[in-house]
C-alpha cells in the first residue's frame, strides 16, 4: 500500500501560470483534504471532499479549485498562480470523520516567482 | 474566534530527558484534540486522539492529557531519542463540519 501520494513533489511557476496538484489514495477513505502550510502558522484548510463527486470550501479557498472524479483521487489547481501561493500543499484523507485519523501526504512544495 | 495556541515555539532537550509541550485552545463546541509529530520535509504523522472524555491518552513514550475544563493538553515526551527531533503539532476540532484548528506547532531538537 502507498497509502496517500502526492505530485508533484516541488514545483517552480512564474505568477500567472496554472497547474494541478494530484493527491491520490488506495485507503478507499471517503474524506479528503487540501492544506496549505506556511512558516511560523498552522496548517489551514483549503477545500475538502466528503466522497466521489463532492467537493466543498475550506478556510483558505480562494485562487484555488478542487475536483474528485473518482474516489482515490483529488485534484487541487491552481488557475492564475500568484506569490502569495508560495507555501507546501498536503493532502490528507480520513475514513471518516469523527474521531478517525488523518493520513497526510508527503507534501508538495511550491514557489510562486 | 476558534485558536490553538502551542508552548514553547522550540525546544532543545539532550537525549534520554524528558519533556511536555503545552496546546491551549479556545475551539468550541470541542470534540476531540489530536497531536501530530511531523519530521522535516514530511507529511504529518497521527500520535493521539482523545475525546472529551478522555483525559490521558498513550503511545509508547509519548502520553498526552487532556484538561477539558481549562482547554488545556500536553504532550508528554519520555526518554526522548534523536528521532524525536521534529514539530509537535496539535490539533483541535470542533463538532461540526469539517473543522479541524491546527496550532502552528512545537519544533524540538534532541541533541546526543
Known amino acids: 500500500n502507498a497509502g496517500v501520494t502526492q505530485t508533484p513533489k516541488f514545483r517552480v511557476l512564474k505568477t500567472g501560470q496554472s497547474m494541478t496538484l494530484l493527491c491520490a489514495q488506495d485507503?478507499?477513505?471517503?474524506?479528503m483534504y487540501w492544506y496549505r502550510q506556511d512558516p511560523g502558522m498552522g496548517l489551514r484548510l483549503i477545500h475538502y471532499?466528503?466522497?466521489?463527486?463532492?467537493?466543498a470550501k475550506g478556510e483558505v479557498p480562494d485562487g484555488y479549485n478542487v475536483s474528485r472524479l473518482k474516489k482515490q483521487n483529488f485534484l487541487l489547481g491552481l488557475e492564475s498562480a500568484a506569490p502569495s501561493q508560495t507555501s507546501v500543499y498536503f493532502c490528507a484523507t480520513q475514513l471518516r470523520p469523527s474521531t478517525d485519523t488523518q493520513y497526510f501526504g508527503p507534501g508538495t512544495r511550491l514557489t510562486v516567482l | 474566534k476558534n485558536q490553538v495556541e502551542q508552548s514553547p515555539q522550540s525546544l532543545i532537550i539532550l537525549e534520554g530527558k524528558n519533556c511536555t509541550l503545552q496546546?491551549?485552545?479556545?475551539?468550541?463546541?470541542?470534540?476531540?484534540l489530536r497531536w501530530y509529530k511531523q519530521d522535516t520535509g514530511r507529511g504529518p504523522v497521527s500520535l493521539t486522539i482523545?475525546?472529551?472524555?478522555?483525559n490521558t491518552k498513550s503511545n509508547g513514550r509519548y502520553t498526552a492529557t487532556l484538561d477539558a475544563d481549562t482547554k488545556q493538553s500536553s504532550l508528554h515526551i519520555t526518554a526522548s531519542q534523536l528521532s524525536d527531533s521534529a514539530s509537535y503539532i496539535c490539533?483541535?476540532?470542533?463538532?461540526?463540519?469539517?473543522?479541524?484548528?491546527f496550532g502552528p506547532g512545537t519544533r524540538l531538537s534532541v541533541l546526543p
Open positions: 485507503m478507499n477513505h471517503e474524506y
Open positions: 482523545m475525546t472529551f472524555s478522555e
Open positions: 490539533v483541535v476540532s470542533a463538532s461540526y463540519g469539517q473543522n479541524f484548528v
Open positions: 471532499s466528503v466522497g466521489e463527486g463532492t467537493t
Open positions: 496546546c491551549n485552545y479556545t475551539v468550541s463546541p470541542f470534540s476531540n
